[in-house]
C-alpha cells in the first residue's frame, strides 16, 4: 500500500500539488502558534458605562499584558499597582480600571458670628456651612474645609450570552444618609487572563460561509472562483467566529468559471487571530473538490473565506 501511494505522488502531478496545499496551509498554522504572542479578545461595549474588556489568554498576567490597553493618565498608576504586586509574588489575574465624573452641588445657610477680639477694639468675624458632605468654616481671610465622601463600586464579571466575557462597573456616591447617586461619564477597562488549556471548547454550530478559491484542475489547469459552504465544527473559545481557532471538514460549493462542483475544506484555520491586522474572522483552508459527473477527485487548492 505504501508502495502504491509513494508511486502515486511519483507519478501524478495533481497529487502533488494537493499534498503541497494542505502542507503549506499546517505548515504555517504550526509556525503562527510558536511564534505569536498570546491570543486577545478585546470586547468594547458603548453604553452608560463605556466598557473594554480585554481577555488575555495566559494563566498570569503581567505589566506589558495590562498597561498598552489603558488610557494614558492611568498606566503610570496600574504600572505601580502590578510592580507592587509582582514584589509580593502575587499573580495578578485581572485587573479594573475604572474612571467617573461626579458633579456634587449642596446648598444651605452660612451663619455669622462676630466676635470681639480681647484686648483690642478689633472684631473677627467667623463663617460656618455645615451638611453632609462639607464642613466649611472661615475666620476673616482664612478658611478651612472637610469634605466627607463615601463611594459604593459594584462590579459584576460573567459571559454574555454569545459566550465573551463581561465586566460591568457602577460608581454609585453614598449620601445623605443611604440615597445612592451613580456617577457619569463612566469608562472602564478591565484586563482578564485565562489559560488557554481552559478556555478552548468544541462548538457545534452552523454558519454560512463565502469567500473567494484558487485552484487547479486535474489537467494542471489553475482557475479562480468563489466557495460557499457551512461551518458546523469549530474548536474555540466562544460560539462567536472571530473566537474559532480552527474549523473541521466544512462541506462547500465551489462556482467557477463554467464550473459549479462539491467540495470540502479539511481542517480551516482563523488566520483573525494574528495581531495587528484589521481582520477577526478570516479563514485560510485547502480545498478538494470532486466533479459533478461521478469522475472523482477534480482539483485542489487553497480558500480565504469569511463568516456570515
Keep these: 500500500m505504501?508502495?502504491?501511494?509513494?508511486?502515486?505522488?511519483?507519478?501524478?502531478?495533481?497529487?502533488?500539488?494537493?499534498?503541497?496545499?494542505?502542507?503549506s496551509v499546517?505548515?504555517?498554522?504550526f509556525l503562527f502558534w510558536f511564534f505569536a504572542g498570546p491570543r486577545v479578545t478585546i470586547v468594547e461595549r458603548i453604553g452608560p458605562v463605556q466598557e473594554k474588556i480585554v481577555y488575555v489568554y495566559k494563566p498570569v498576567l503581567v505589566t506589558k499584558d495590562v498597561i498598552k490597553y489603558l488610557?494614558?493618565?492611568?498606566?503610570?498608576?496600574?504600572?505601580?499597582?502590578?510592580?507592587?504586586?509582582?514584589?509580593?509574588?502575587?499573580?495578578?489575574?485581572?485587573?479594573?480600571?475604572?474612571?467617573?465624573?461626579?458633579?456634587?452641588?449642596?446648598?444651605?445657610?452660612?451663619?455669622?458670628?462676630?466676635?470681639?477680639?480681647?484686648?483690642?477694639?478689633?472684631?473677627v468675624r467667623e463663617a460656618t456651612f455645615k451638611d453632609w458632605r462639607l464642613d466649611f468654616k472661615a475666620e476673616d481671610t482664612k478658611a478651612d474645609y472637610t469634605l466627607t465622601q463615601k463611594f459604593e463600586i459594584i462590579n459584576v464579571a460573567g459571559k454574555d450570552k454569545q459566550g465573551k466575557p463581561f465586566v460591568t462597573s457602577k460608581l454609585l456616591e453614598i449620601g445623605p444618609g443611604?440615597?445612592?447617586?451613580?456617577?457619569?461619564?463612566?469608562?472602564?477597562?478591565?484586563v482578564i487572563s485565562s489559560a488557554e488549556s481552559n478556555g478552548k471548547s468544541w462548538f457545534?454550530?452552523?454558519?454560512?460561509?463565502?469567500?473567494?478559491?484558487?485552484?487547479?484542475?486535474?489537467?494542471g489547469k489553475s482557475q479562480p472562483g468563489g466557495v460557499v459552504g457551512v461551518k458546523w465544527l469549530t474548536r474555540g473559545y466562544t460560539k462567536s467566529a472571530e473566537d474559532g481557532?480552527?474549523?473541521?471538514?466544512?462541506p462547500?460549493?465551489?462556482?467557477?468559471?463554467?464550473?459549479?462542483?462539491?467540495?470540502?475544506?479539511?481542517?480551516?484555520?482563523?488566520?483573525?487571530?494574528?495581531?495587528?491586522?484589521?481582520?477577526?474572522?478570516?479563514?485560510?483552508?485547502?480545498?478538494?473538490?470532486?466533479?459533478?459527473?461521478?469522475?472523482g477527485l477534480s482539483r485542489a487548492g487553497i480558500s480565504l473565506v469569511a463568516t456570515f
Design 2 to 23: 505504501l508502495k502504491l501511494v509513494v508511486n502515486l505522488f511519483k507519478t501524478n502531478s495533481f497529487a502533488r500539488h494537493a499534498l503541497s496545499i494542505v502542507l
Design 71 to 123: 488610557p494614558p493618565p492611568s498606566r503610570a498608576e496600574v504600572e505601580k499597582v502590578m510592580m507592587e504586586n509582582a514584589f509580593l509574588q502575587n499573580q495578578v489575574a485581572s485587573l479594573n480600571d475604572t474612571i467617573a465624573t461626579l458633579k456634587s452641588t449642596g446648598s444651605g445657610q452660612i451663619v455669622y458670628v462676630d466676635k470681639p477680639v480681647p484686648g483690642t477694639t478689633q472684631t
Design 178 to 190: 443611604e440615597l445612592r447617586t451613580p456617577a457619569t461619564n463612566v469608562s472602564a477597562t478591565t
Design 252 to 295: 462547500v460549493v465551489y462556482l467557477g468559471s463554467n464550473v459549479q462542483e462539491i467540495g470540502l475544506l479539511p481542517i480551516s484555520f482563523n488566520v483573525g487571530r494574528i495581531p495587528k491586522q484589521p481582520f477577526r474572522d478570516l479563514w485560510v483552508s485547502p480545498l478538494l473538490t470532486w466533479s459533478t459527473k461521478g469522475t
Design 245 to 250: 481557532i480552527y474549523a473541521l471538514v466544512t
Design 204 to 219: 457545534f454550530s452552523a454558519a454560512i460561509q463565502g469567500g473567494f478559491a484558487f485552484t487547479r484542475d486535474t489537467d
Design 26 to 29: 499546517l505548515l504555517g498554522a
